[in-house]
């Protein structure tokens, strides 16, 4: 039988999915689709230069208790919470068990390192040191995961470039403003810069002749983000309670010592309960169950996470007040930091949790505490209480947030009045219903 002059063969199908296989192997990404991608070891390891980042930040700001010290905490906040984001958005695409991506990241842990020592002189002379380490981070990463999507997909980086381009943007206002020697230059340029890059998720990074994103350029493992930003938490209230067992540890005894160690810890754990009991459970689930988890990752994870660890740092602040004078009557920046910390908190919380919940309104209980707590804060400022008695009413509403929310939702503080026959249970049942029946004819 002769054979036909053009004896290409067709590739079977075998040879495809050898294809796909060593295209797997060559990929730096994660590829997860937005499925599961575990948090790595190297994750872990990443995560422990921003212990330290944090631990700089509230001992700057204990330094010196005035707006001014305040403001220029802020901005340093939110420059390594911006780099610790990214960084976690990155992880979520490349694959950090690679070899040329785990060296990344061990370079940005290294700069990391150098930003976070810079922290304690950021305003004098080592501003450019931490402006050129944060400018490094942010530019360095971006270009580099842009490198490894393009690579693995072409047109996949455009992204990425594109917010390698908004770093770009703002870095001469970073390192111009290290150059200014007057302190008020200095944190107005570095504003602006803050400006530029906490803009750019929202403006969905917009560049003249690339475009802009999209939601589906940001898929991500919504198990991976939540469980980063969980571990976040975790560092930030670890921090919080290194601080109170070193002060503990070197304190002189005194009355009160050991009523304030008690007192921390316990707002320190109702402030975990507060977070995870619910909030991280519900936004675990929402983000993974999200057609659009790019969208929640930027609202619910990037965003609202910023006060609720603002506020950890800033009372982890209080806790260090509060042991080392327990008994001295509160002044007004013990009581700033304290009400500030609490609504820092509550509010980041309470918008986290309307996100993940899906609900419209914020949580009633949040809102109740915040409310205690300006109340709370007229009586420090008023009646100036012990630093023990002010921060132990702390305590009790994050305690009595948190009791309230559990029942809510384990259970129902309505549903257990019912079982027990008590009659406010059957008015909230009559109002619960009421208000069901409204929406439901406001829907039809």
């Known amino acids: 039988m002769a054979t036909p002059p053009d004896d290409r063969r067709v590739p ?9 296989e060593a295209r797997q192997r060559r990929s730096l990404l994660r590829n997860h689709g937005g499925g599961h991608a575990a948090v790595t070891e190297l994750e872990l390891f990443f995560d422990l230069v921003y212990v330290f980042a944090i631990t700089q930040l509230s001992h700057f700001l204990l330094g010196s208790l005035i707006p001014l010290r305040a403001l220029e ?20 695409w490349i694959d950090p068990d690679r070899a040329a991506n785990r060296l990344m990241l061990g370079a940005i842990m290294l700069l990391s390192l150098v930003m976070s020592a810079a922290i304690p002189t950021a305003f004098g002379s080592g501003g450019l040191i931490f402006a050129a380490a ?166 619910a994870f990037t965003y609202w996470h910023i006060p609720i660890v603002a506020g950890i740092i800033v009372l982890a602040v209080a806790d260090e007040l509060a042991m080392a004078h327990p008994l001295e009557p509160s002044h007004g920046e013990f009581v700033a930091v304290v009400v500030g910390g609490m609504l820092l908190f509550l509010g980041g919380l309470s918008g986290f949790k309307r996100i993940s919940s899906g609900s419209v309104t914020f949580p009633f209980s949040h809102g109740v505490g915040a409310a205690a707590t300006i109340v709370l804060g007229l009586w420090g400022w ?38 027990r026959g008590w009659k406010l249970g059957a008015i909230l049942r009559r109002q619960a219903d009421a208000r069901r029946t409204s929406r439901e004819s406001q829907q039809g």
């Open 12 to 20: 079977g199908i075998g040879a495809a999915i050898a294809a796909a």
């Open 73 to 92: 905490t802020a901005i340093l906040f939110a420059a390594v919470w911006w780099a610790w984001m990214y960084t976690t958005w990155a992880t979520n």
């Open 134 to 299: 944060y400018v490094a981070i942010q530019v360095g990463r971006s270009l580099y995961v842009s490198w490894t999507m393009e690579r693995d997909r072409p047109g996949a980086g455009r992204n990425l470039l594109r917010i390698s381009l908004w770093f770009c943007a703002s870095a001469p206002l970073w390192i111009g403003g290290a150059f200014s020697e007057q302190e008020e230059n200095r944190i107005a340029l570095w504003l602006l810069a803050l400006l530029i890059d906490y803009s750019g998720p929202l403006a969905f990074f917009r560049v003249p002749g690339l475009g802009r994103s999209t939601t589906s350029d940001w898929i991500v493992s919504g198990s991976h983000m939540a469980e980063r930003c969980g571990l976040i938490i975790i560092i930030a209230l670890g921090e919080g309670l290194i601080l109170i067992g070193s002060t503990y540890a070197g304190a002189e005894p005194q009355p009160g010592l050991n009523l304030a160690l008690a007192n921390t810890f316990v707002g320190s754990f109702a402030m975990w309960w507060l977070y995870f009991d619910m909030g991280a459970r519900r936004g675990a689930h929402h983000i993974e169950n999200h057609d659009l988890p790019g969208l929640i990752a930027r609202q």
């Open 382 to 419: 008023f009646g100036h209480p012990s630093s023990l008695a002010l921060f132990a009413g702390s305590t009790a509403i994050f305690a009595a947030a948190a009791t309230w929310e559990w029942g809510s939702f384990h259970g129902g503080w309505m549903e257990r009045m019912e079982r």
